[in-house]
């Protein structure tokens, strides 16, 4: 395996929980470089805690290429099913990001309230698991639900999980990280937002395309807060 993209995806890990995005859950993927039917995510561990040792390699039905008797996250599936999806998506993150929440069990759409948010556009879709499968404990257990969270996903960036969480991608990771932490940011704007006298005005859908067209893996903004957050969390190691 690559050192660099194993580097990069302990640091996503460290990044995503030192940011207050995951917590002692959630967990973060990129696609295998050099074999797209494969991808690499951690052992089941609190991310805070991953190193270069815990990161195993799954297949896209999620099952370890090499177990060698680890714990495995219970719901790797939706890393699983999103790449299979989506031949674009090359990094997936699934948070209980807890400002987003609320606006999965409401009907307030989460919108786009400033530019660094723009990928949010027009609205951010919700995963209701109950209208797929009715009773059950939230969790995407299987790829049956991970596939069904994809089709909500649909081509978006993000799609939230209803009274649970969200999935964020991106096309390398470091956008996909920039993208977790700008939807926590814009989750809480707009919850601040809803306070003051409306109505609000969110980004168009034509300025969120404007904003996006300057904004991709490359973007300054992307790269720039890459290597802060990066550097906070090497840090510690
Ligand atoms: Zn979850």
Known sequence: MDEQIIENLVAASRILANEGILDGLGHVSVRHRDNPQRYLMSRSLAPALVTASDIMEYDLDSNAVERQGRELFLERFIHGETYKARADVMAVIHSHSPTTIPFSISRTPLQPVFNGAAFLSPSVPVFDIRKV???????????????????TLGQGAVALLRGHGNVV????????????????????????????????IYLTPEEAAKVSARSGPDATQVRRTWELWKRRVLAQL
């Not at 499968?133 to 089709?151: H, Q, R």
């Not at 990280?177 to 609000?200: C, D, F, H």
């Open 133 to 151: 499968a009715g009773m059950t404990d939230l969790l995407i257990g299987n790829g049956e639900l991970g596939k069904a969270l994809s089709v």
């Open 169 to 200: 991608v991106g096309e390398t990771v470091q956008q996909a990280v920039y993208r977790a932490i700008q939807t926590e940011l814009n989750a809480r704007l707009q919850l601040q937002a809803a306070m003051l006298s409306g109505p609000l």
